[in-house]
């Protein structure tokens, strides 16, 4: 079992940048595919990017490729989206997620964390 707190939303200006955390506990963490989901009000939940278990691969949205980066920590259970460029259609619950393999499809996840809200100002 996996469990997924995130951190490191907030609010910030068109332009700028964030980094999200996702910490997850349970000692099977670097057998797991890890992800970023996000869901904007009255949207459904989109893939964001992924990283492979042993952080060699990483995949992402066309929407987002060039602007984010996910890397991770398995000696610190922890996964990373570094946001760089925001913009104001970036707003969004980001979710992080968890599964032996990723897919850009939320039904091909395992475990999810609570969810951290991101809102970018113009």
């Known amino acids: 079992q996996v469990q997924l707190v995130e951190s490191g939303g907030g609010l910030v200006q068109a332009g700028g940048s964030l980094r999200l955390s996702c910490a997850a506990s349970?000692?099977?963490?670097?057998?797991?595919?890890m992800g970023w989901f996000r869901q904007a009000p009255g949207k459904e939940r989109e893939f964001v990017g992924r990283?492979?278990?042993?952080?060699?691969?990483?995949y992402y949205a066309d929407s987002v490729k060039g602007r984010f980066t996910i890397s991770r920590d398995n000696a610190k259970n922890t996964v990373y989206l570094q946001m760089n460029s925001l913009k104001p259609e970036d707003t969004a619950v980001y979710y992080c997620?968890?599964?032996?393999?990723?897919?850009?499809?939320?039904?091909?996840?395992?475990?999810w964390g609570q969810g951290t809200q991101v809102t970018v100002s113009s």
């Open positions: 997620a968890a599964a032996i393999v990723v897919l850009t499809t939320p039904g091909s996840i395992a475990h």
């Open positions: 349970g000692r099977t963490f670097s057998k797991y595919g």
């Open positions: 990283i492979s278990w042993s952080g060699g691969s990483t």
